[in-house]
C-alpha cells in the first residue's frame, strides 16, 4: 500500500526557516517523483517544487525560488522540504504527493499526503 505522510510543519515568525518531511512508503523513489503543493485558504492549490531521480529539484512557484529547496534520503523513503526566509505569504497547508514524473499539474499525481500546516506570523 502506498503512503505519504507530510509532516513538520508548524508556527515561524518572518524570516524563519522550517523543514517540511515527507515519508513514503509502499514505492521506490528510484521510479517516481515527490512534490510538493500548498494551498491557502481561498485559494487553489499551488505547486511549490518537485523532486525525482532524474529531474533533481524543480522549482516551479517564482516566490519560492531561491527560498524553498527539496531533497531526498533514499534510504528513508524521505523527501525534506527546506524553507527559509519565510514569508507570510507562504501561510498554506503543505500537501507532498507522488506521480512518475515532475510536473506543475495536481492531475498527474495519484498519491497525496495528508497535508501539514504552516503558519508564518508577520
Known amino acids: 500500500e502506498v503512503q505519504l505522510q507530510a509532516s513538520g510543519g508548524g508556527l515561524v515568525q518572518a524570516g524563519g526557516s522550517l523543514r517540511l518531511s515527507c515519508a513514503a512508503s509502499?514505492?521506490?523513489?528510484?521510479?517516481?517523483?515527490i512534490g510538493w503543493f500548498r494551498q491557502a485558504p481561498g485559494k487553489e492549490r499551488e505547486a511549490v517544487s518537485c523532486?525525482?531521480?532524474?529531474?533533481?529539484?524543480?522549482p516551479y512557484a517564482d516566490s519560492v525560488k531561491g527560498r524553498f529547496t527539496l531533497s531526498s534520503d533514499n534510504a528513508k523513503n524521505t523527501v525534506y522540504l527546506q524553507m527559509n526566509s519565510l514569508k507570510p505569504e507562504d501561510t498554506a497547508v503543505y500537501y507532498c504527493?507522488?506521480?512518475?514524473?515532475?510536473?506543475?499539474?495536481?492531475?498527474?499525481?495519484?498519491?497525496w499526503g495528508q497535508g501539514t500546516q504552516v503558519t508564518v506570523s508577520s
Open positions: 509502499g514505492f521506490s523513489f528510484d521510479d517516481h517523483a
Open positions: 523532486i525525482s531521480r532524474s529531474d533533481g529539484d524543480v
Open positions: 504527493a507522488s506521480a512518475y514524473f515532475c510536473t506543475d499539474l495536481p492531475r498527474f499525481y495519484d498519491y
